[in-house]
């Protein structure tokens, strides 16, 4: 149930969108460099780090999606060591379970129907970008923009869910402690990749204010999922989730 099936943006419309932009967190992640501003100057010096991380080699590439999470790891010694592996696994699986809580992917957030009108969203921009009269900079086409719907699974609403993925705060700093911030299914979204659509945007409320130290570290998010819309400058969600738990994606 918790697949995570790649996004439905092609390869093509991510480079046409490359101008677009977003921008929310977590605890005590494994910390890399952080910029001592916060707010606006803190939040281009994190995006700078980021840029520099990805193109190094040193991290998740722009753009990568969080591996599907249901596959055991692969053998690597003896069988006790695979036993306790699976072990782990299913122990882990079971603790989820017995707080009532549903792993979810990506893709389950979108309702039947909703990859064809995206593909045909995608093709009607590309098709006036293609069109021969071009975008003036500066202009009212030449500006950031999020593609898609707000369509949404109404069965999830009050749903408990576990779901992965990456933040995207709303302010960044050292010392800068989060209630919100939006959660996306691929590395880079909203900083230096278009944004998702909004229904494949989470905006993520904390009962509790978070650190965030590292955009690159994927995370789990639990909590109650709400099709409710949240619109920010950054990006619009489709979905809310009030979050209770949150830990590391382990890959």
């Given at each position: 149930m918790y697949g995570m099936k790649a996004l439905f943006l092609s390869a093509s419309a991510l480079s046409l969108l490359a101008f677009s932009a977003c921008g929310g967190p977590?605890?005590?992640?494994?910390?890399?460099?952080?910029?001592?501003?916060?707010?606006?100057?803190?939040?281009?010096?994190?995006?700078?780090a980021i840029l520099a991380k990805a193109e190094s080699g040193d991290g998740p590439q722009i753009g990568d999606r969080i591996p599907d999470p249901a596959p055991a790891a692969e053998p690597s010694g003896s069988e006790s060591s695979i036993a306790q592996a699976g072990a782990e696994e299913k122990a882990k699986a079971d603790a989820v379970a017995a707080r009532g809580v549903t792993e979810i992917g990506w893709e389950e957030l979108m309702p039947e129907g909703e990859e064809e009108r995206l593909a045909e969203m995608y093709q009607a921009q590309m098709a006036m970008l293609y069109s021969g009269s071009g975008v003036a900079e500066g202009s009212a086409a030449d500006q950031a923009i999020q593609i898609g719907t707000f369509n949404t699974v109404k069965e999830l609403d009050g749903m408990k869910v576990r779901l992965p993925g990456y933040t995207v705060p709303f302010e960044y700093g050292k010392d800068a402690n989060?209630?919100?911030?939006?959660?996306?299914?691929?590395?880079?979204?909203?900083?230096?990749?278009?944004?998702?659509?909004?229904?494949?945007?989470?905006?993520?409320?904390?009962?509790?204010?978070?650190?965030?130290?590292?955009?690159?570290?994927?995370?789990?998010?639990?909590?109650?999922?709400?099709?409710?819309?949240?619109?920010?400058?950054?990006?619009?969600?489709?979905?809310?989730?009030?979050?209770?738990?949150?830990?590391?994606?382990?890959?």
């Open positions: 977590q605890e005590d992640v494994p910390d890399p460099a952080i910029p001592e501003q916060a707010g606006s100057a803190g939040l281009d010096a994190a995006k700078d989060i209630r919100e911030f939006l959660l996306v299914p691929y590395y880079g979204a909203c900083l230096h990749a278009p944004p998702p659509p909004p229904n494949q945007t989470v905006f993520v409320k904390a009962e509790k204010e978070i650190k965030l130290k590292d955009l690159s570290q994927a995370v789990w998010i639990e909590g109650t999922l709400r099709t409710q819309t949240q619109t920010s400058d950054l990006a619009d969600a489709a979905y809310t989730i009030e979050m209770t738990n949150w830990e590391v994606y382990e890959y």
